[in-house]
């Protein structure tokens, strides 16, 4: 039964740290594209404008 158990937690783990980066992603394609449509983002420029 153990044996079952640690693909499906090696799956959960791998699903996690593929959502973790594709949310990494995601973030820095908005941030890029705000910055490009002129408009300020805090994260990546404090104290701007």
Do not use: C, Y
Not at 22 to 42: D, E, H, M, W
């Amino acid at each position: 039964m153990h044996a079952d158990e640690a693909p499906a937690n090696f799956t959960t783990v791998l699903d996690a740290a593929n959502a973790a980066w594709l949310a990494g992603s995601i973030s820095t394609l908005v941030r890029n594209g705000f910055q490009k449509s002129g408009f300020a983002v805090p994260t990546t420029a404090p104290g701007g404008d």
